[in-house]
């Protein structure tokens, strides 16, 4: 594979469960610094290409319309990009004009204004792939999901060309914040209310303990047992 020597080679590579830089930054919100804006909450830090682009106003717009939903779920939203604080005040007014909010209505979360890309090079958001008209790489279609303890839950990489899902993105929480406190596993399309999975590293005596309620193990060719499904109304505890 040919050898890219961009911005992306250096920046800070994030594994899960490292603890999140905590960066400071000009926001619409203003001036923010990551660990006290989040406080005890989880955070969801998001970039984008550019403001004033079409696939971006989308993105925005339903990620506003669901900020209630991430809300509820004690989850902070964090938009970022390499344009300017005052682009991300116009542009705010676009998402909200499209969304048919009402006029004057503040915009549910801040976008961060990473124009000099200290950021985006810093924690590997570029896209190298789409350029801006100077020939620079455009921040790529990232998510971050950081815990209360402010350390790296999980990340997805799209490219520029690809909206996400935001729908998707509250049912991976769903997920993470049930499996922060359970010991169980959420298998593929998990839905809250769905039956959940013991995690393979648990053996069947010791869920039987866990899950006092219930275990249901699937009988497989193999012989071995580990499909072991936790019925979605058991109680699951700590
Ligand atoms: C967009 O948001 O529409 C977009 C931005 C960069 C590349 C392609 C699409």
């Known amino acids: 594979m040919q050898h890219r020597d961009t911005e992306t080679d250096r920046c800070c590579r994030m594994l899960l469960g490292d603890v999140f830089p905590n960066f400071e930054a000009d926001s619409t ?44 779920r004690n989850v902070k939203l964090m938009a970022l990009s390499v344009d ?20 004057g209505s503040q915009f549910p979360f801040p976008i961060i204004a990473d124009d000099r890309r200290e950021l985006v090079e810093k924690l590997g958001m570029l896209d190298p792939e789409e350029k801006d008209h100077n020939g620079m790489p455009l921040s790529a279609r990232c998510v971050f999901v950081i815990g209360p303890d402010k350390k790296l839950k999980l990340s997805i990489l799209y490219p520029a060309t690809t909206g996400r ?33 013991v995690p393979p590293r648990i053996p069947e005596t010791e869920a039987a303990m866990l899950f006092p309620a219930g275990v249901y193990t699937k009988d497989l060719p193999s012989g071995k047992k580990y499909l072991q499904i936790v019925q979605p109304k058991i109680d699951i505890c700590c």
């Open 165 to 197: 899902n935001f729908d998707e993105i509250l049912r991976v929480i769903d997920s993470l914040q049930l499996t922060a406190h359970n010991r169980v596993a959420t298998p593929v399309d998990w839905r809250p209310g769905n039956s959940v999975m």
């Open 29 to 72: 919100f203003g001036r923010m610094k990551l660990h006290d804006f989040l406080r005890d909450s989880w955070g969801v830090l998001f970039s984008h290409p550019g403001d004033f682009t079409p696939v971006c106003t989308t993105e925005l717009g339903r990620a506003a319309q669901l900020s209630p939903e991430f809300s509820k």
């Open 84 to 103: 300017s604080l005052q682009e991300h005040h116009d542009w705010s007014k676009d998402i909200m004009a499209y969304n048919n909010t009402e006029p």
